[in-house]
T-cell receptor
Framework: DTAVSQTPKYLVTQMGNDKSIKCEQN?????MYWYKQDSKKFLKIMFS???????INETVPNRFSPKSPDKAHLNLHINSLELGDSAVYFCASSQDGTANYGYTFGSGTRLTVV | GQNIDQPTEMTATEGAIVQINCTYQTSGFNGLFWYQQHAGEAPTFLSYNVLDGLEEKGRFSSFLSRSKGYSYLLLKELQMKDSASYLC???????????FGRGTSLIVHP
């Protein structure tokens, strides 16, 4: 199946821990993203990568570090997790940086920090 | 910044037509998107409008008026599976990254 797949789907962890979320797309898209959806359902951009290069880094704490080993993968590592990091994190990809054909989103990772 | 406004919740009857509005205030408008998101699932792309007018795609249509800062998503022949959140997202200011509204939760009942 052609898709954007991210793992894990659920992640429950304690404050202060470090965790990673992996994302892979087999659509041949050039651009990948990380979005955060909070409890009020707002989707907010965190990072954008085009062909492994960081394009956008919104005002995200530097505890969040994306890594793109190749254009099909964009992983997210989070250090020293805080309660406020609890949210659903979506990986997405688009054909190119304009995204005029929309994003294809992964199924999301529900992160709960306790 | 951008200000995007859509109703929080709407209800409609199976088989009916529903119009979900989205108004926005921004400078340098560069496109408007609609996404559908079922509870607990990923958003899926529905439409992209950058010019004024109506774009029809099966049961779903999207309209844009740039001068009024206004768009709507029209859903015809509603089905129960159309119960979902509908997200309006606006791109502006030279950025390719859209800003998402909080979404409209549509409940379709028999």
């Amino acid at each position: 199946d052609t898709a954007v797949s991210q793992t894990p789907k659920y992640l429950v962890t304690q404050m202060g821990n470090d965790k990673s979320i992996k994302c892979e797309q087999n659509l041949g898209h050039d651009t990948m993203y990380w979005y955060k959806q909070d409890s009020k359902k707002f989707l907010k951009i965190m990072f954008s990568y085009n062909n492994k290069e960081l394009i956008i880094n919104e005002t995200v704490p530097n505890r969040f570090s994306p890594k793109s080993p190749d254009k099909a993968h964009l992983n997210l590592h989070i250090n020293s997790l805080e309660l406020g990091d609890s949210a659903v994190y979506f990986c997405a990809s688009s054909q190119d940086g304009t995204a005029n054909y929309g994003y294809t989103f992964g199924s999301g990772t529900r992160l709960t920090v306790v | 910044g951008q200000n995007i406004d859509q109703p929080t919740e709407m209800t409609a009857t199976e088989g009916a037509i529903v119009q979900i509005n989205c108004t926005y205030q921004t400078s340098g408008f560069n496109g408007l998107f609609w996404y559908q998101q079922h509870a607990g699932e990923a958003p899926t792309f529905l439409s992209y409008n950058v010019l004024d007018g109506l774009e029809e795609k099966g049961r779903f249509s999207s309209f844009l008026s740039r001068s009024k800062g206004y768009s709507y998503l029209l859903l015809k022949e509603l089905q129960m599976k159309d119960s979902a959140s509908y997200l309006c997202a606006v791109r502006a200011g030279g950025s390719y990254i859209p800003t998402f509204g909080r979404g409209t939760s549509l409940i379709v009942h028999p």
